[in-house]
């Protein structure tokens, strides 16, 4: 018997609804970008102007749907976790990464130290800075920075992705948190390979320059399992892909991911750049808006988001 109560699904929806909703969220999230302020601890990013805001979708039949500034190049920041979470479990595995790094929400700040210092060894999550700089660690000595960049790539289809100069830079010479960090963790002895190899490695990794359309790439592979719709080639495996969107879902918003659950209920990963990636059901979105919110999140993408999420009834839980 055919339960008649079933939401519609994403995949039977009108193109006119879709496009008209997305529509929505870009001017619902412009509007919201003036209660946001740009990221200012890393002095390159203070450049960015606080009312740019794009929106990008793929779906995994080829449509796409463009707002906004989603040509325009910033730094990836801490959505390189994704990518670099997903090159750990490639060439260490699921154990070989997770004996050095948890999975538990850590309810703190992303850059905080509180935890790592008094409560356990080993970080809480590869999505905070300490568990982002555990995990660069064990692929220190086996990809170097060009083969990371590649994959990244890859996973963004956007051969535009590069090593942003300035912002690596201004990373470097304002990075001492980070720096603490790396040598908390050496100091402990877990880390698994030179500090300043591995900080050096992870400045560069947080300083790739991305697009709102790349991130919605990598958004699209994730939702599909790993699998790339266009060319139907598989870039992660899809146990591995299981480990990522649960990790998003639960640590990927920084210390507003139980809110971000409950109200948008979508994998996504954000980064003080202004960019935020989300695998939802059937696409790949992509997001640009400098403006940040208390908590480090693009303001005017967590409120597309949450748009998006209620029009389209895209939240994992709704049925």
């Known amino acids: ?101 948890m999975m538990e929400p850590s309810g703190d700040a992303f850059n905080s130290i509180l935890k790592l210092d008094m409560r356990s060894n080993l970080p809480f999550n590869p999505m905070i800075n300490a568990g982002a700089i555990q995990t660069v660690s064990l692929l220190t000595d086996v990809l170097s920075f060009d083969e990371l960049t590649a994959f990244a790539r890859e996973l963004c289809h956007d051969e535009g ?36 190899k591995t900080v050096d490695l992870y400045f560069k990794m947080c300083s790739l320059s991305v697009t709102a359309r790349s991130l919605a790439s990598l958004g699209l592979v994730i939702s599909n399992g790993g699998v790339d719709p266009l060319s139907g080639g598989r870039l992660i495996e899809s146990a591995h892909v299981r480990t990522i969107k649960s990790l998003m879902f639960t640590c990927g918003m920084y210390d507003f991911s139980g809110e971000f659950g409950v109200r948008v209920g979508i994998p996504a990963k954000s980064g003080v750049g202004g960019g935020l990636v989300c695998a939802a059901h059937g696409m790949g979105i992509g997001l640009y808006g400098p403006a940040l919110d208390p908590f480090g999140n693009s303001i005017a993408a967590v409120q597309a988001m949450e748009h998006i999420s209620e029009k389209l009834s895209l939240h994992v839980f709704d049925y």
């Open 1 to 101: 018997m055919k339960n008649k109560n079933k939401k519609q699904s994403v995949y039977t929806r009108s193109a006119e609804l879709v496009e008209r909703v997305f529509s929505e969220a870009y001017y619902i999230g412009k509007a919201s970008a003036a209660k946001g302020v740009v990221a200012s601890y890393i002095p390159e990013l203070a450049k960015a102007d606080p009312t740019s805001f794009g929106l990008y979708m793929l779906d995994e039949g080829g449509g796409s749907l463009s707002f906004g500034e989603t040509e325009t190049r910033f730094s990836i920041q801490s959505i390189c976790k994704v990518i670099i979470l997903a090159a750990a479990l490639k060439y260490r595995g699921f154990r070989g990464t997770f004996d050095h790094v």
């Open 161 to 196: 992705i590069a090593l942003d100069e300035a912002v690596y830079k201004s990373e470097f010479e304002s990075g001492d948190r980070n720096r603490a960090i790396v040598y908390l963790l050496k100091s402990k002895g877990v880390l698994m390979a030179d500090p300043d």
